[in-house]
């Protein structure tokens, strides 16, 4: 028997095994990986080395030609629900990182109970939650995006919107952007009026400046039909 007819026969056995254990190669690997992975997270309560695993989840991946398998949804989902905003703020990035859109929902709650469930931490939390929403996109994605722009008077958080809403790329929202900028412009003019120092309103005119260009790009992506 040759060598080459040697290593076919064995492959083959081995693909035989497998089969008898309901799992291909391929699958085995990735419950091996899965299995590891979670046992690793588990085995430690600092937060440090739980989000070095984390970290791991997206390592080689591929947005444009590669699926997130569905245990690191899964895992992610109960990393969510972690008390520490640390590892909350870890997960997210990693569910942008891997661009899961199932877990849309479960962002937008977190962005929402946010102020009560992490305290000073709150924004932090916050801005993985936008920046992450800013890759996943979606129906949910742009109606956050949309009532934020409604009610937000000029906060910080807003340049991690804005910047979330131009990597999101979709025109619909240039009405909402248009709409912000000019109340923007609007407290500017409030400042000025009370003779406030300019410091006090830069934030003002950066957020207004941000907005504009944003609506301007996404205008020409409206004209070109250029939208992701």
């Known amino acids: 028997m040759t060598y080459r007819n040697t290593f076919f026969n064995a492959f083959t056995i081995l693909l035989v095994i497998c089969g008898i254990a309901g799992l291909t190669p391929a699958a085995d690997q990735v419950q091996s990986m899965e299995q590891s992975t979670i046992k690793s997270y588990m085995a430690t309560e600092n937060t440090i080395l739980k989000k070095r695993v ?38 997210a990035h990693q569910i942008g990182a891997l661009h899961i859109k199932d877990l849309n929902a479960d ?23 936008v920046q992450t929403l800013g890759k996943t996109g979606g129906n949910e994605a742009v109606k956050l995006f949309s009532d ?18 131009a990597e999101l ?9 248009h709409a912000y ?13 009370q003779n406030k120092d300019p410091i006090f309103y830069s934030k003002f005119r950066r957020l207004k400046n941000l907005a504009t260009d944003t609506e301007n790009s996404l205008l020409r992506v409206k004209e070109g039909g250029d939208e992701k």
């Open 54 to 91: 984390l970290q791991t989840l997206s390592e080689g991946f591929n947005s444009e030609v590669d699926v997130a398998e569905h245990w690191k949804v899964d895992f992610l989902r109960d990393v969510l629900k972690e008390r520490s905003p640390v590892l909350v703020e870890a997960a």
């Open 169 to 177: 790329n979709n025109p619909v929202l240039v009405t909402n952007l």
């Open 107 to 129: 962002l937008i709650t977190l962005f929402h109970a946010a102020e009560q469930k992490y305290m000073g931490y709150s924004e932090r939390v916050q801005i993985a939650l």
């Open 181 to 193: 900028a000019e109340k923007m412009k609007k407290r500017i003019a409030e400042c000025k009026a």
């Open 148 to 165: 934020f722009l409604n009610t937000d008077n000029g906060s910080y958080l807003g340049y991690e919107v804005l910047a979330a809403i």
